[in-house]
């Protein structure tokens, strides 16, 4: 206590210099009017450059929620969207029972969002890793989307990740997809070169489609439900034996730039799969 | 000691009366005014209590203030030159001089005095213009004020040491 005295004592006019510095400084900015506008534009710039700072850094963090979110309202809009549209091609019977049935169809399917831990381009096949595994209700055999398309299909799971085979996979990847609006299908490949184009083969000779039509899944593979985006129709060959046609398809999937993906279980897949098995076993049965 | 504050304060009230009747009103080439009452803080001698220097500058820049109406401005500069004086004048002290040692010509000389009074006239006015002038952006405005307002005070101040000299 006494030492704390005399400290005080002995700074004593430290003290008192802050405090009439304060006290002019008060008087300085309050009774001037200059120096306080001054002072008061100043503060508000800094301020206001703090204030931007941060909220650019908050924002950027939330951008991966964001993000996230967005990639699966595109997805489901997306489908609505193609539901809707045929939909109103079809639109002979009472628009609105045919609307609940079809969104009822759509909330069968129950999406996973995930991201992509592992991503390749330059291999004839390519693998994806994601960061959702069968902890979170991801099974081999589940297709796997992102808001701007197709991606792929779930090859196997761990607890935690899952590797997917994509669409730009030479061997492996099958896809059933058919031509928007005309319902001709086809199975989607990869030649192993662009990662941008793949080809639909299998399509029928006597299908009327044009250039820079659509391309999108048709819904029969169980893998994924009708109407995801796969592509646009390029280029439109013969396949090599004259039989079908072969579409060249610009893919709307950038898998240079893929992040956020959706995987999408279905639960009518087990049935689906069994039942298919059933058939099978029993025609081999017959045979 | 109360002939020494009576005089003290004798020459507070003709500095402050000398300031705000006569030199407040001078500005040479619109920026060279003379700030002659920072001569009351730098001759404050040697030993004489901080805090006292401190309230005496405080209160004659309260004053000033008052007649030119910028509250704060001359307060908050004498108030930190009054805070600088002690230690700096200590720089220049001989070593066997009386411990009241006054800083003047007569007592440090001539050359001494000059870094003395030059530094703490122009650390004054450089304090005085940045928060007059509050920004530098006019920075050739400021600076001349600066060196304008220090040289005339300077000038006033060494007219006073002759003058005191004789």
């Known amino acids: 206590m006494k030492n704390l005295l005399e400290f005080l004592l002995k700074h004593f006019h430290w003290f008192l210099f802050v405090i009439l510095e304060t006290i002019s400084v008060v008087l300085l900015f309050q009774y001037n009017s200059y120096q306080n506008s001054v002072w008061f534009s100043t503060a508000n710039v800094v301020v206001g450059k703090f204030y931007e700072w941060n909220s650019a850094v908050e924002s950027f963090f939330s951008l991966t929620k964001v993000n996230e979110d967005l990639t699966l309202r595109n997805f489901y809009l997306e489908r609505q969207v193609t539901q809707l549209r045929r939909l109103y091609g079809e639109a002979t019977e009472d628009l609105s029972v045919k ?39 991801v ?19 761990s607890a935690h990740y899952a590797i997917v085979i994509p669409v730009l996979n030479v061997n492996s990847s099958r896809i059933s997809c058919a031509i928007r609006g005309h319902g001709y299908f086809g199975v989607l490949r990869w030649d192993g070169k662009d990662a941008g184009i793949a080809y639909v083969e299998d399509i029928p000779r006597h299908a009327r489609f044009k250039r820079g039509d659509w391309v999108e899944t048709n819904g029969y593979s169980s893998i994924f439900p009708a109407g995801v985006l796969v592509g646009q129709i390029k280029e439109v060959y013969n396949s090599r034996d004259g039989l079908s046609y072969r579409l060249q398809v610009r893919l709307t999937t950038d898998f240079g730039n893929l992040r956020d993906v959706v995987v999408i279980s279905d639960n009518t897949i087990a049935e689906r799969l069994r039942i298919m098995q059933e058939a099978r076993d029993s025609l081999r049965i017959k045979n | 000691m109360t002939i020494d504050l009576l005089k ?20 040479l080439f619109n920026c060279a005014t003379p700030l002659l009452y920072v001569y009351f803080v730098t001759s404050f001698p040697r030993n004489y209590p901080k805090w006292g220097i401190l309230l005496w500058s405080f209160l004659l820049g309260l004053l000033i203030d008052t007649f030119s109406n910028t509250p704060g401005l001359a307060s908050a500069s004498l108030t930190l030159v009054a805070a600088v004086q002690p230690y700096y004048f200590e720089l220049f002290v001989p070593r066997d001089s009386v411990d009241d040692l006054k800083p003047a010509m007569s007592t440090l000389g001539p050359l001494k005095y000059t870094y003395y009074i030059v530094v703490l006239v122009v650390l004054y006015c450089l304090v005085f213009y940045s928060l007059e002038l509050f920004n530098f952006f006019n920075w050739t405005q400021w600076a001349s004020c600066v060196g304008g307002s220090a040289l005339i005070t300077l000038l006033l101040i060494y007219t006073f040491e002759i003058a005191k000299n004789k």
Request: proline share 1%.
């Open chain 2, 8 to 27: 003290r304060a004798g020459w507070f009230i003709v500095f402050v009366l000398v300031q705000a009747m006569v030199l407040g009103r001078i500005h």
């Open chain 1, 139 to 157: 099974k081999e055999g589940m297709g796997v989307a992102c808001g701007k398309g197709v991606v792929g299909v779930v090859y196997s799971t």
């Open chain 1, 99 to 137: 609307e609940r049935q079809e969104l009822e169809f759509l909330s069968q399917y129950k999406l996973i969002p995930a991201k992509v831990v592992t991503n390749e381009l330059h291999r004839a096949n390519n693998l994806i890793t994601i960061n959702k595994g069968e902890s979170d209700g």
